[in-house]
């Protein structure tokens, strides 16, 4: 049983130095040398855990404020009991629980004199499935989600609803959503990974003082921002964590912000209209963009559904130059200019620096580029969000954000963007690239030795967390662990998916009970059954599939490098139909 007086985790991420961290870190070639130089884990098959075991919380809720008391570095603000069916989930009511408010390592701002403080929720079910859920959030932080731990779109299931012990936090700054507290050095390292380092002790204890023993397994799941939250856990905090759920993980964060303001720029040069990205290529555009890209691909996957299943072979067989019309005329939504093929082809690529080292990943082509998220990714987030975090957080020393002029700086020069990932000064000696990023990511050997595993899935047409960040990653993985990385690692594509949720694409599905099964009971997921939500959906209506398609349609996401493909003579609206292979 840990106690908080253990000491901080270890502090190894922290120490890495600014040279020579921005690109080596992200660069997938890059990435697949230091698998090789990063050592064998060592033979024989990844350990199994056991499984967790119940327990209940008899007394009254509002009694934990008293019995929470004491913890050290943290004020219980509020506790209460939150009764059947306050919270409901699809339709269903989910189970009474008690609500725990608190801040943890409260603080004035040396920098700034604003109030810091983590602040957090915990959600304790009164019939507890022995498990911790640490659930990691989206953006910025700087809120404090409700402690649900859900996953996709229009959940129909969630931790709380499973019976975790939910945790939520902001991460340690308040600022909503907005960047200032990158002034604040503390705050940025409580935004990349210490604020996860200092509740998770914290909320071990309010278990054990809740139920009287600790939680027998501990999760870690989210998102986006979630999902590198989770990933940097993986290698930080491994001996504290048995599952790791990891959603559209943001690798390499400063990188893929910084790529976001290079594509911005990109499509500005074709933009007809300068205060409107979305004119560069319009939702037209973007339709008649995906149908070529079905009418190549499609039936690779062995039916034609109007789903590609088939990734990489859309890539070879799909040709955007070729694929698509050149416009002879007028843009009318029937063709691209050759103009536009070129940007759009380039951000397609990702950026490249003048030396030729790539700054961030490609992304495959995918019919989900006609989804609305991933035109909000393309053309209006990389100035609303990603201007003032490369320039509030990733750069050192940061911006001042009274008077931040985001359209301006969303046009720095990209040689200038990626030399701020490294970027340090004696107030802010930790570079983003350091304090973001999950250290080593390849070497899991912690994790792995102790018996966890990581299930990662990711949206096909995320805009901007490329999937293939997450296939490189897990191709390098595997071969630093010597060909056993789908022992303990598996990751789901989502064809047709946006980033996180949204698309035509089957984004409703639970993650949670797969990777439980596997952590506990050794049973790896080799399919997971994901639907469409199409009218009459419990949860929420996607209004973004294509018509055509059964409002329950189901496809098997498959661990990569396996396919979902159709099997003939079967019902084409049921996963039963799919084998993956
Ligand atoms: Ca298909």
């Known amino acids: 049983m840990r106690h908080l007086t253990e000491r901080q985790p270890r502090p190894s991420g922290s120490a890495r130095t600014a040279s020579g961290l921005a690109i080596a870190t992200l660069s997938l070639a890059v990435l697949s040398l230091a698998a090789h130089a990063s050592g064998s884990p060592g033979p024989g098959a990844a350990p199994q855990l056991g499984p967790a075991t119940p327990a209940s919380f008899t007394g009254d809720c509002a009694s934990l404020q008293a019995t929470l008391a004491g913890i050290p570095n943290t004020t219980i603000t509020s506790a209460g009991t939150v009764a059947a069916g306050a919270v409901m989930l699809g339709g269903q009511p989910v189970a009474a629980h008690c609500r725990v408010l608190g801040t943890l390592n409260e603080r004035t701002g040396t920098v700034d004199g604003r109030a810091y403080g983590i602040d957090f929720e915990m959600r304790l079910p009164l019939q507890w499935n022995g498990r911790f859920f640490h659930q990691g959030n989206g953006g910025l932080d700087g809120v404090v989600v409700p402690a649900f731990a859900q996953f996709g779109g229009g959940p129909v299931t969630n931790g709380l609803h499973q019976g975790f012990a939910v945790l939520s ?43 009287g023993k600790g939680p027998d397994r501990s999760y870690f799941g989210g998102c986006s921002n979630g999902g590198r939250h989770a990933l940097v856990a993986a290698t930080r905090y491994a001996e504290w964590y048995d599952g790791i759920l990891a959603g559209a993980p943001a690798f390499t964060l400063p990188l893929s912000s910084i790529a976001q303001l290079w594509g911005a720029q990109r499509y500005l040069t074709v933009a007809t209209d300068p205060r409107n990205l979305g004119t560069a290529f ?225 984004d409703q599905f639970d993650v949670i009970t797969p990777l439980v099964r596997w952590v506990e009971q050794g049973i790896a997921p080799d399919r997971i059954v994901a639907g469409v939500r199409g009218p009459g959906n419990a949860a929420a209506v996607n209004a973004e599939l294509p018509a055509g398609w059964a ?30 292979r």
Request: charged share 20%; proline share 8%.
């Open 169 to 211: 936090s902001n991460a340690g700054n308040r600022d909503r959503g907005d960047a200032n507290f990158g002034a604040d050095p503390q705050a940025r390292l409580d935004y990349g990974y210490q604020a996860v380092g200092s509740l998770t002790p914290m909320a071990r204890e309010i278990i054990r003082r809740t139920y």
């Open 282 to 506: 319009t939702p037209a555009e973007r339709q008649m963009v995906g149908r070529a890209i079905l009418n190549r691909c499609d039936a690779l996957d062995g039916v034609a559904d109007g789903m590609v299943q088939d990734t990489a072979a859309c890539q070879a067989a799909f040709d955007l130059r070729r694929d698509v019309p050149t416009c002879t005329g007028a843009r009318d939504g029937t063709c691209l200019t050759e103009a536009q093929k070129d940007v759009v082809a380039s951000i397609y690529d990702g950026p490249v620096l003048r030396d030729g080292r790539r700054v961030y990943s490609s992304f495959p082509f995918d019919p989900g580029l006609s989804a609305e998220n991933w035109a909000l990714w393309e053309f209006t987030l990389p100035e609303a969000r990603s201007s003032f975090s490369v320039g509030m957080i990733v750069k050192a020393p940061p911006e001042n954000m009274a008077g931040f002029d985001r359209r301006a700086f969303t046009m720095t020069p990209l040689e200038t963007l990626v030399g701020y990932a490294s970027s340090t000064t004696p107030l802010y000696p930790v570079p983003a690239m350091s304090f973001m990023n999950p250290v080593n990511p390849t070497d899991m050997a912690q994790l792995r030795s102790r018996g966890g595993r990581v299930l990662l899935y990711h949206g096909v047409s995320d805009a901007v967390f490329s999937v293939n960040t997450s296939i490189g990653w897990f191709r390098a993985l595997d071969a630093a662990h010597g060909g056993t990385g789908a022992e303990f690692a598996r990751v789901f594509p989502v064809p047709g998916m946006a980033h996180c949720a949204g698309g035509p694409a089957t």
């Open 551 to 580: 409002p329950n349609r189901t496809r098997p996401l498959c661990p990569y490098p396996q396919v979902a493909r159709f099997v003939p003579g079967g019902n084409v609206e049921d996963a039963a139909s799919f084998v993956c």
